[in-house]
């Protein structure tokens, strides 16, 4: 038989408000939050983008860009030695860096074999002198190739590498320059040129000679000479 429940009406009214309102602030708070990642992922987008980093910031996180050759013609190897692996690599992607900007298809870096130097020297003087004490170097080296470069673009990109040189990284070039046939006529320097070249090499070193007597006493009693000595009379030849 079924029993009869002595629940009354208003204890379901009771508890009826109550399920809803918890039901109610529980839905109320996701929602919360979800507005609230809405508006801080908003707030994080408009933020970058109104404080956008500019290209050629945003650059230096990126790879340096390369161009590519043409006909694959070497102008250039550039070698970069240093002790230190940080300011070498940081110097590398400065060159590539450089080297695309002034339009030359740069190579690389390629790591060539290190270079180990090592001393034994004696650890001290007087009684010590028995024991030794060993040193070692290590040193690193990158290689950056220049291809299709014109030899005008090269100088500069080598002067421009030079002048921003980074401390403790030394630089090796070997350029290659590539001419027409015949080159050795083109230098030789005409008769007529190194006939007006005469009395630019007459005025060196102590051939000239200083001229006559007259010349000499003119040169003695001339104004610059007396201010220089602090003379006022001329000076007398002697006979």
Not at 39 to 58: D, I, M, V
Not at 71 to 97: K, N, T, W
Not at 162 to 174: D, E, L, S
């Amino acid at each position: 038989m079924l029993r009869t429940t002595s629940r009354s009406l208003a204890s379901l009214s009771v508890t009826i408000p109550r399920i809803a309102r918890r039901s109610h602030t529980s839905l109320g708070s996701g929602s919360d939050e979800v507005q609230e990642r809405q508006l801080t992922a908003e707030s994080k987008s408009g933020g970058q983008g109104q404080l956008r980093r500019p290209r050629s910031l945003q650059a230096l996180y990126l790879k340096p860009l390369k161009r590519e050759a043409e006909f694959g013609i070497p102008s250039c190897d550039l070698q970069f030695r240093s002790f230190s692996l940080q300011p070498l690599e940081f110097f590398v992607d400065f060159a590539l860096r450089a080297a695309y900007y002034l339009g030359l298809p740069a190579y690389g870096p390629v790591p060539l074999p290190r270079i180990t130097e090592r001393w034994t020297v004696p650890r001290s003087h007087f009684i010590f002198k028995k024991s030794q004490e060993n040193f070692e170097r290590v040193t690193l080296r990158r290689l950056i190739q220049i291809k299709d470069g014109h030899p005008e673009t090269v100088q500069l990109w080598l002067a421009y590498l030079r002048k921003h040189q980074y401390y403790g990284v030394g630089m090796k070039a070997n350029i290659w320059e590539f001419t027409q046939a015949g080159v050795g006529r083109s230098m030789e320097v005409p008769e007529d040129q190194l006939k007006g070249l005469d009395t630019a090499w007459a005025q060196l070193g102590q051939t000239k000679s200083m001229g006559t007597a007259d010349k000499v006493e003119e040169l003695l009693n001339s104004r610059r000479f007396k201010e220089a000595a602090g003379l006022r009379q001329p000076l007398t030849p002697s006979k």
